[in-house]
């Protein structure tokens, strides 16, 4: 505990980092904390939505393995935020990494409903293939990339395991093994596979349970949050123009934050929790001096890329009551590839799944669809209404059903929204788990005693939990900490 500390923090960003980070330093003494947001409203990449009368998310949705471990399933679970079946112990047991088990159903681009269970060759061997990608540089051998390591092992393990079966099911299963390709896609929020490092992809660690949503809403965790912070703590609409730090070791007020409207703010400590996306872009007007090299390169070897939703509702649903995942299979498909070779024309082909919302309101018929990469950033350049023709296409194609006709369409643009410039980071290509660890390092990172200037959070600061909710809160919390220490 710090009593009654009244040294001067700004934190940049109210998104859960931020929020993390306040909740921590006011509950332990700290009385002068500022949160500073570029937007009208907390939360940053958490953000609930209205389709019709069905709540959806545009933003973070799951928490990933809610049990103990999770400070994000712990607080919902205290809020009161979570269904009982996300609390029974049984839930909290499971240990299936990111693949909860769902109902699924499948159709193929010709129009077909295939029995799920012919599905399993291709879907079982996708999850062998990726959960035995090589770990360590001495595995490594010649691959290049994850998308290197998946696409010459299935081949390698068709070859012999698929020879004796029809080429109509070998397309069929191809398509299927594309489709989790894809879907590997967004959970990366990465335009391929290719883009992926090979010993970084086994950084991530992932929490046992069953990943669970909030049933009212992920915003309910963020007002619940704010609800315990002082009134005034956070400046909307303050965007930042500038943080001044210094090289020296000099204590008062060491760091000056100049804000877009030319307010000018004094600190001693300052926590950057902007999105990866917005330091890629901004490094070097945000910072002055600039940024120190290797926190350069950790910024610019982190990969951060798009992944987006849309939001599709119907009068009346064509799928099964029990189904909780569509997928779609392109029977028409030539190779194994998770992006598409002339985007603009079939960028829609890139959507492999949608998961059926599930809603308390009776009558809501909401799927979400994902699409990630270079198809999603030109999506959303579209206008609606051909955004609207496309998926309508694409559903009647796969369904067989020439008449389905959406009621209401909802995408997110997280690409092209001006203050996160994407959605979440992942491991390119040479990225290293030294990077992770620069990333979380404060400024100025030489002298004795650090003066901790400009500290910095965020998903994409998280070793082992980046892109995740959790990921972000921990890193929030873990700056705190460092405060919390340096005054106690």
């Known amino acids: 505990m710090a009593e009654n500390v009244d040294a001067k923090i700004v934190i940049i960003g109210c998104g859960i980092a931020g929020i993390a980070a306040a909740h921590r330093l006011v509950k332990s003494g700290f009385t002068n904390v500022r949160i500073l947001e570029a937007t009208g409203r907390s939360g940053g990449r958490i953000k609930t939505g209205r389709l019709g009368n069905t709540m959806i998310e545009m ?65 079982e061997l996708f999850h062998v293939i990726l959960d035995n990608t090589p770990e360590s540089t001495t595995d490594k051998q010649s691959w290049s990339s994850v998308g290197d390591f998946v696409k010459s092992e299935f081949q390698r393990q068709t070859a012999t395991k698929w020879k004796d079966k029809d080429k109509h099911t070998r397309q069929v299963l191809l398509g299927a093994m594309n489709s989790m390709l894809k879907e590997e896609c967004f959970a990366s929020a990465t335009h391929s596979l290719e883009d992926l490092d090979l010993i970084g992809f086994s950084m991530y660690l992932s929490i046992k349970g069953v990943d669970c949503t909030f049933p009212s809403g ?26 001044h730090w210094s090289y020296s070791e000099s204590e008062e007020n060491a760091v000056m934050v100049e804000c877009e409207d030319g307010e000018k703010i004094n600190a001693d400590h300052v926590i ?18 600039p940024l120190p090299a290797q926190k350069l390169e950790s910024i610019q070897k982190i990969g951060f890329g798009t992944c987006d939703k849309i939001h599709v509702e119907f009068e009346s649903p064509w799928w099964d009551a029990d189904c909780e995942i569509i997928y779609l299979v392109w029977d028409d498909e030539e190779d194994i590839s998770d992006h598409v070779s002339d985007i603009s024309n079939n960028w ?60 209401r369409i ?38 004795k005693q650090q003066p901790l200037q400009v500290m910095f959070a965020g998903e994409a600061t998280h070793p082992s939990y980046y892109s995740t909710l959790h990921g972000a809160l921990l890193s929030g919390r873990r700056e705190a900490d460092r405060l919390i220490s340096h005054y106690s």
């Not at 599930?358 to 959303?380: D, F, N, R």
């Not at 609606?384 to 006709?405: A, K, N, Y």
Request: glycine share 6%; charged share 20%; with cysteine.
């Open 59 to 123: 933003g973070a949705a799951f928490i990933h393995g809610p049990s103990e471990e999770n400070p994000v399933f712990c607080l919902a679970r205290d809020y009161n935020l979570l269904d009982p079946k996300s609390l029974t112990p049984e839930n909290q047991a499971v240990d299936v990494g990111e693949d909860p088990p769902l109902v699924p159903n499948w159709f193929t681009s010709s129009g077909q409903k295939l029995n799920p269970d012919d599905m399993d060759p291709a879907t």
């Open 218 to 243: 992920a915003e309910g965790l963020i007002s619940n949050l704010m609800s315990e912070l002082p009134a005034n703590l956070v400046s909307y609409s303050r965007p930042v123009r500038c943080i």
């Open 272 to 289: 950057v929790t902007v999105p990866l996306g917005y330091l890629k872009n901004h490094h070097s007007t945000l910072f002055s001096p």
């Open 348 to 407: 829609v082909r890139k959507i492999s799944s949608f998961n059926v919302v599930k809603s308390s309101k009776s009558g809501s018929h909401v799927l979400c669809g994902w699409i990630s990469g270079h198809e999603a950033e030109h999506m959303e350049t579209l206008p609606e209404q051909e955004v609207r023709r496309s998926i309508t296409e694409l559903i009647r194609r796969f369904s067989g059903d020439l008449t389905i006709t959406p009621t």
């Open 410 to 447: 909802e995408c997110t643009r997280w690409f092209h929204d001006r203050w996160t410039l994407g959605s979440y980071c992942h491991p390119a290509i040479g990225c290293s788990a030294q990077n992770f660890k620069n990333m979380t390092e404060p400024l100025p990172t030489r002298g």
